[in-house]
């Protein structure tokens, strides 16, 4: 079994829309200052053109490392692989990764399989994401009838700032509205009130609050048909499957919820990394 997780509602319920994200430039900045004090004294003031050189060099070289600053280990490009086997291997490693302690035979019962992703033949373009939920959005009925907090299509996100975008993209492929589900200013008593009011086909979210809302079976699973993680990368580099925020979170929805759902005949939902 998987080690016991924390769910990170203090921390996600913090979510600052403003503050989360800092530009590459203002944590520059940050650490020159912290290196060079308003006030320097006479004796800083009477330093030798070469050790200000090199003074000069040192904040540069630190200022413009590709190391992200904050939560999150992703330091580099992140790369969607595209085959079905190389998806699964690229989640069950991070899964691995979020879990130091738990052995491979603890990880065998969690891991996600070829057969758990969502097959595409066309190249991802500029509107992969939109195409995909198209494909996966149905006008016609559903033999799971329950269609109230019921959607089709979940997109997993790493930040409520991410969720907003998506939505954005995403009103266009349903008639119906698609929910926002992230904890900054939206209460989850509101949020489960909407969900077992109104009848939706897309919802976007954070890993903490779909967690929360399953959790509470306000977010039902039995129309789902693609869940897709968002593997965007923010201005520091990281992925919503590797960041400390996040990935416990998402991984606690794949192992408690979406695997044993995979397993009912009744539910035919597939996963992608985009």
Known sequence: MAPKRTLADDLEDDFALDNDYVSDTEDAQTIVNTLEPAKASKK??????????????????????????????????????????????????????????????????????????YTTTPAPSDSYLEDLAKTAVSTGKSKNKVMHGAPQVLVICSSALRVIDLVKRLRPVSKRGVLKLFSRHIKISEQIKTLKTTAVDIAVG??????????????????????????????????????????????????DVLLPASANPDYGFKLRLV
């Open 44 to 117: 800083r003031k009477a330093e030798t053109p070469a050790k200000a050189d090199n003074t000069n060099k040192r904040v540069k070289s630190v200022a413009t490392t590709d190391k992200p600053s904050g939560k999150g280990t992703t330091a580099s490009k992140f790369s969607v692989p595209l085959e079905a086997n190389d998806q699964a291997d690229t989640w069950n490693k991070y899964m691995k990764k979020a879990h130091p302690g738990i052995t491979d035979l603890e990880l065998a019962d969690h891991l996600m399989l070829p057969q758990h992703i």
């Open 206 to 255: 954070t890993p903490n609050r779909i967690l929360k809302l399953l959790t509470d079976d306000a977010l039902k699973v039995n129309r789902l048909r693609l869940v897709v993680i968002d593997c965007w990368q923010d201005d520091k580099m990281r992925v919503v499957i590797d960041m400390d925020d996040t990935r416990k979170d998402l991984f606690a929805i794949w192992q």
